[in-house]
Structures are given as structure tokens and as C-alpha cells.
């Protein structure tokens, strides 16, 4: 089925410890974002890739470092995590609307549930 | 600092009654706006868009968008138990960027 994969579902890590999220889309989208969704403060944004070969903070991008692999792959890595990075981790991807200046509504992976013990 | 507003919750609904999500939002020259429904434990699925002063209807969903009044609200009409989710608003401010909000946690009692 068409849509965005992210790996790993869930992933308990020591703090200081290092990981790289995996996402891939195959619905031909030039544009994808990763998320961070925690209890009572909503969906923010982390990084986002416009097109292939392009990367830009969001909100929140501090402790984050994300590579554009392909037009498919958009990986997220935590070089040394922090007990303030447990969260769920949303990927995803959308189209863009040029005579609107916006992009189309998102799809979403599944989430990555991280907790920094 | 752009933000958008959502009352959390939870709203209760008997079924088959109308659900009314609301949604206030902060930069005036935003022009696309989301709602997406997020059931417990799953990801954001995209519901409806809209981008024009008005109402867009969708099956039993209606997005009603005023920008005069900086406001975008949902209705679910026929409600049923399986529309119990998380309703999250979002907005693009132009470019590639779109903003949610905490989302409203919908209840539809059997």
C-alpha cells in the first residue's frame, strides 16, 4: 500500500545514547517533515526537507539532525539523547500547491514511540 | 508567535447528534487550513481541507472557514461512536510550514 513507513514503532534508549528514526514515502512527494508529539502541546515541527537536497529547522530542532537520503528516505538522528526527547515521532509527506504557496494536507507514518531513561 | 487554538475537551455528543469542533488561529494571512482525526495510540489522518471563506461539506463533514473572524470549525453530523478520536486543526502560514493545534478530544456516546 502507498504511504509512509517509519521505523523503528517503538525504542527505549539510555541517555546519551544515539539513534537514527527511518521514514520513506512512496507517493512521489517532494516534501517531508518530522514531528514531535507531546500530551497537551500538539504536533510541532522538528525539521523539514522542501524537496530532495534541501533541509530546514522548525520549532523545535535543537538536539536533532535530519538528512535528505533520497526523494524517498528522510531520516531523523539523535546524536546524544536527552530524558527532554521522550515523545512520539511523527514522519510525513504531502505535496505542494505552488498557486496556493502552501503544501496539500499531510500523510503520516505510524509513529515512533521514544522514551529517554 | 503563530498559534492555533482548540478547546481540548472532551466533548460528549449522544449519537446521531451534530459534533461542532471549533478552531481559532492567530496569523491573518494564513490560507490553507486541515482537520485531521488522530485516534488514541495511532497517527493524524487527514479529513478535510479548506481554503476559501465558507462551508466545504465532505459526507457527514463539514469544514466552515472564516478568516474575517480568524476561525475554522468542524461539524460531524450523524455522529457515531467510531468518530470518538482526537480532532486536530492545523494551518499552513505560507510555504512548507503548518502549524496544529493541541487538538479536541470527541466523545460520541452510544
Known amino acids: 500500500n502507498a504511504g509512509v513507513t517509519q521505523t523503528p514503532k517503538f525504542q527505549v534508549l539510555k541517555t546519551g545514547q544515539s539513534m537514527t528514526l527511518q521514514c520513506a514515502q512512496d507517493m512521489n512527494h517532494n516534501s517531508m517533515y518530522w514531528y514531535r508529539q507531546d500530551p497537551g502541546m500538539g504536533l510541532r515541527l522538528i525539521y523539514y526537507?522542501?524537496?530532495?537536497?534541501?533541509?530546514d529547522k522548525g520549532e523545535v530542532p535543537n538536539g536533532y539532525n535530519v538528512s535528505r537520503l533520497n526523494k524517498r528516505e528522510f531520516s531523523l538522528r539523535l546524536e546524544s539523547a536527552a530524558p527532554s526527547q521522550t515523545s512520539v515521532y511523527f514522519c510525513?509527506?504531502?505535496?505542494?500547491?505552488?498557486?496556493?504557496?502552501?503544501?496539500?494536507?499531510?500523510?503520516f507514518g505510524s509513529g515512533t514511540r521514544l522514551t529517554v531513561v | 508567535q503563530k498559534e492555533v487554538e482548540q478547546n481540548s475537551g472532551p466533548l460528549s455528543v449522544p449519537e446521531g447528534a451534530i459534533a461542532s469542533l471549533n478552531c481559532t488561529y492567530s496569523d491573518r494571512v494564513s490560507q490553507s487550513f486541515f482537520w485531521y482525526r488522530q485516534y488514541s495510540g495511532k497517527s493524524p489522518e487527514l479529513i478535510m481541507s479548506?481554503?476559501?471563506?465558507g462551508d466545504k461539506e465532505d459526507g457527514r463533514f463539514t469544514a466552515q472557514l472564516n478568516k474575517a473572524s480568524q476561525y475554522v470549525s468542524l461539524l460531524i453530523r450523524d455522529s457515531q461512536p467510531s468518530d470518538s478520536a482526537t480532532y486536530l486543526c492545523?494551518?499552513?502560514?505560507?510555504?512548507?510550514?503548518?502549524?496544529f493545534g493541541a487538538g479536541t478530544r470527541l466523545f460520541v456516546k452510544a
Open positions: 492545523a494551518e499552513n502560514t505560507g510555504g512548507f510550514k503548518t502549524i
Open positions: 510525513a509527506s504531502s505535496g505542494y500547491q505552488a498557486d496556493r504557496r502552501s503544501n496539500y494536507g499531510y500523510t
Open positions: 479548506i481554503y476559501s471563506n
Open positions: 526537507s522542501a524537496s530532495e537536497g534541501t533541509t
